[in-house]
């Protein structure tokens, strides 16, 4: 029998962060935040656990059976960021840290946190929110091919809003440019912050995908 615990993790997340860090995050806590949950990984491996799985609170699972855990040492999500007007919408297929696996002698995490903190000791000015999550995941992801867990996805913007209409052609270029039916999905509530979705249509999206999840189908 697999033994498991959940953790719900509040404003605790931050204590392990540096001072130094926490001032230089001041603007951009989500910032901080990426840093954190790496500390969260990190002290569920020293207390035992085989596996560390962290989940944003905003993943909505719509298919557990098929939100396997990859046996690599870590694993990222994966994100197919679909914006843009109509006539000329993107796909840009990346990596993601909203949903992360780590197990025990993986290599990873280590030089993880060391590379974000180096970066933001270095940086100078106001930092883009993706600054040590996406931005930097793709980047090295990008070099060295890291293990990708495709079934927990993101979804953008237009990709939320074409769900709720029905359809659309982001919805549309989000299924071609996507490896598998995804299995769990990021909604992005921090974007809600910034008025690029509001609350009503993130509770319209859970209850939609629950009731019809396979409007996400290949």
């Known amino acids: ?94 990596v993601h840290n909203a949903f992360l696996v780590f197990r025990q002698d993986n290599t990873f995490l280590e030089f993880y946190i060391d590379t974000a903190l180096r970066l933001i000791r270095a940086h100078k000015g106001l930092m883009v929110p993706q600054f040590i999550g996406p931005k930097l995941l793709t980047a090295i992801h990008n070099v060295i091919g890291c293990p990708v867990i495709e079934t927990a996805a993101m979804l953008s913007p237009d990709v939320v809003r074409n769900i709720l209409d029905g359809g659309g052609p982001a919805l549309d270029l989000f299924k071609r440019r996507t490896v598998v039916t995804p299995a769990a999905v990021n909604l992005c509530g921090s974007l809600v912050t910034l008025g690029e979705l509001d609350n009503q249509e993130i509770r319209a999206v859970i209850d939609l995908l629950r009731r019809q999840p396979q409007v996400l189908a290949k």
């Open 1 to 94: 029998m697999l033994n498991f615990s959940y953790r719900f993790v509040g404003d605790e997340l931050f204590d392990p962060v540096p001072e130094d860090i926490v001032l230089r995050t001041a603007e951009r806590t989500v910032v901080a935040a990426d840093l954190a949950r790496l500390y969260a990984i990190r002290q569920g491996l020293r207390e035992g656990f085989a596996a560390v799985v962290w989940c944003d609170a905003d993943i909505l699972v719509i298919d557990p059976q098929r939100l396997n855990l990859p046996e690599e040492a870590y694993s990222l999500g994966r994100e197919v960021w679909v914006q843009g007007p109509p006539d000329d919408l993107r796909a840009y297929v990346k």
